[in-house]
């Protein structure tokens, strides 16, 4: 499956941003779905995960309350929404798709993964 993020970009502390991650090529609701990120000079996190069909979502402790992930899976699209954005949450953020049905915090358990958005949180 391909997978294209976007929606990212420059916002500052306190507001929000919708990310999406577009999939083709394979059947969408095959996968469970994570959005990971990577800021400068740190190891790749884990942010959030879906199942397959969207009945089960997991959290970082560190977004927990201020992100939430979706999906439609008519569209083949996932979704990331961030609100009440931290200087901390800049980062470049990455969906990736796992052929499987619950979603994982682990990075090595997804299959495929997309180019990355970069979302910069000005203080």
């Known amino acids: 499956v391909q997978l294209q993020a976007s929606g990212g970009g420059l916002v500052q502390a306190g507001g929000s941003l919708r990310l999406s991650c577009a999939a083709s090529?394979?059947?969408?609701?095959?996968?469970?779905m994570g959005w990971f990120r990577q800021a400068p000079g740190k190891e790749r996190e884990f942010v959030a995960g879906?199942?397959?069909?969207?009945?089960?979502?997991i959290y970082a402790d560190s977004v927990k309350g201020r992100f939430t992930i979706s999906r439609d899976n008519a569209e083949n699209t996932a979704y990331l929404q961030m609100s009440s954005l931290k200087p901390e949450d800049t980062a470049v953020y990455f969906c990736?798709?796992?052929?499987?049905?619950?979603?994982?915090?682990?990075?090595?358990?997804?299959?495929?993964w997309g180019h990355g958005t970069q979302v910069t949180v000005s203080s």
């Open positions: 879906i199942s397959r069909r969207g009945g089960t979502t």
């Open positions: 090529g394979r059947t969408f609701s095959n996968y469970a």
């Open positions: 990736a798709a796992h052929y499987t049905v619950a979603p994982s915090a682990t990075s090595d358990t997804y299959d495929y």
